[in-house]
């Protein structure tokens, strides 16, 4: 094996002429790697705020290798295809994601709190409308990590009928899907957040928790005179107030 390692890495010197050249690490890695294709769902699976087992979940989804239904018949381990969240059609990724009338009640619900008003959110392949809901590349990310705890909390709602027996209401699924992005969101703010990011929530939607509204108001009562500023003053609000 190291040698195999050492003959790779023989001709990499030689063709990525590393000896007359400064050699980084970083070059090597992506040599090693080779020439890979950008996936045209990078940013909604690979998004960095999403929650890892979100991401998880998304990625299976956007290769097609949930083992949905109509996949389980095939391989002779399941002897019908119907939706399990629905049961008014065969269970297959596109159903779910969000043909199924369950999922389309969750996914109209989150689309709502976030101020998205498009029947074209009804397909997966349209993940791009979610992030051009985002004025900047933090709203995106919050809408597409919306979109991706969508997915999972469906697949799990699924999983759990499969197992259980049961069917999660989907207005109670849709506050889970909330109340997991805001907490994530939360372990994700920083300095380059503006107000105006917080306020990418709409309203408080659960009593009794700090979501990012609630991070918004407390800070502005605490902290009024840097309200009217950018970037630093926001960072200095933030650290201030986790700290009390
Ligand atoms: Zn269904």
Avoid at 69 to 98: A, I, P, W, Y
Wanted: some cysteine; glycine content about 4%.
């Amino acid at each position: 094996m190291l040698c195999k390692v050492k003959d790779e890495l023989r001709e990499g010197f030689e063709t990525e002429d590393w000896l007359n050249k400064r050699y980084r690490i970083k070059d090597g890695y992506k040599w090693l790697q080779g020439s890979m294709e950008k996936v045209n769902w990078y940013d909604w699976v690979w998004n960095h705020f999403n929650i890892p087992k979100h991401t998880f979940i998304n990625w299976l989804s956007a290769l097609d290798r949930l083992r949905t239904r109509d996949k389980l018949v095939q391989f002779g381990v399941c002897d019908s295809t119907e939706c399990l969240l629905c049961g008014e059609d065969v269970e297959t990724s596109n159903h779910l994601f969000f043909a199924c009338s369950y999922s389309a009640k969750v996914i109209d619900d989150v689309a709502y709190w976030l101020g998205l008003h498009n029947s074209l959110l009804h397909s997966l392949n349209n993940w791009k409308n979610w992030k051009e809901r985002g004025k900047n590349s933090i709203q995106q990310r919050v809408a597409l990590a919306c979109l991706s705890a969508v997915v999972y909390n469906i697949w799990m709602a699924r999983n759990h009928a499969l197992w259980y027996k049961v069917v999660l209401r989907p207005d109670l699924l849709s506050k889970g899907v909330k109340r997991e992005v805001v907490t994530r969101c939360q372990q994700m703010i920083n300095h380059t957040w503006k107000i105006e990011d917080c306020l990418v929530f709409p309203e408080p939607f659960l009593e009794g928790t700090r979501d990012l509204f609630d991070l918004v108001l407390v800070l502005c009562s605490c902290f009024k005179p840097f309200l009217e500023g950018g970037k630093a003053e926001l960072k200095i609000m933030v650290v201030d107030c986790l700290c009390c």
